[in-house]
């Protein structure tokens, strides 16, 4: 398999994870999550298929295409650790969503990130809220769910919220 | 259509063009030439499917992943319009396959580049030879063939030379 057929099947993969996450939470009201606006394809994505929710972006450092910035109101700038604490002052338990996709080519690293976010981000997400992650995370307060048919096991993660 | 939607798409369609003037070339002996290496992973899908050609990439300036890196006597680094007429003394008429992929997203600028190239790579590229391009093109030695099932037209530009 090409690197082209991998790049094709990973991003039909991630595809697949949002529309199925989406279908997931129509009866959980709330937010939604990105972490990780990259270039915006995601948000985009999410904006489209779940244009009546709140979408609030966190990211380091913006440089996604112009049309797929989020307005200010809704975008946590910097480092996820330290602007998560903030998030949840503000937005309290309300997410139904969060999209974590996070990984930076560095996998022990990436792996440490998303250990070091799981407890912030259950102070987010709501009982039976969805979280999509492209690094593993195991608590007891989440529930493995089976990914859409075709993708393979450890290239997306989805959990939902007991 | 989401831009995650569109930028599948579009990958997916430069895909089936590549493996479909690969399949027309079968008969056709001859060298690969890739303008704009970009990350690779086009190159690495024409190094998988046409394993047993010379392929040559013309590149301003590489930044693609290192397992797709050519090597260096395979490499025409700098301006394409500079490069092409070293590539014609050092190679002759003997191109089965060129793939220009060199959009930049001023798309005036990659029609005039498209242009001026033309008449170099006409100088390489072999009678039955296939031109795969993301910019239009247009020479009485060209005949246009249709896309693969599915591709929008205007997206990709595929040619035989008579």
Known sequence: MSRLDSFIRRLEAQR???????????????????????????????????????????????????????????????????SLPMAIRRLGQDTALANLDIGSGDEAASQQLARAMTPFVLQLLKPRGILISDQPIADSALEALPLPTGIKPGRYFLHRRR
Chains 1, 2 share one sequence.
């Not at 609030?56 to 480092?79: M, N, Q, S, T």
């Open 16 to 82: 697949a994870c949002l529309n199925q996450a989406a279908a997931l939470i129509t009866d959980v009201p709330g937010n939604v999550l990105e972490f990780g606006l990259g270039n915006g394809r995601t948000y985009d994505h999410l904006r489209e298929k779940l244009s009546r929710r709140d979408i609030y972006v966190f990211e380091r450092k913006v440089a996604a295409h112009p049309d797929c910035i989020p307005p200010d109101d809704r975008l946590f700038l910097g480092d996820f650790l330290e």
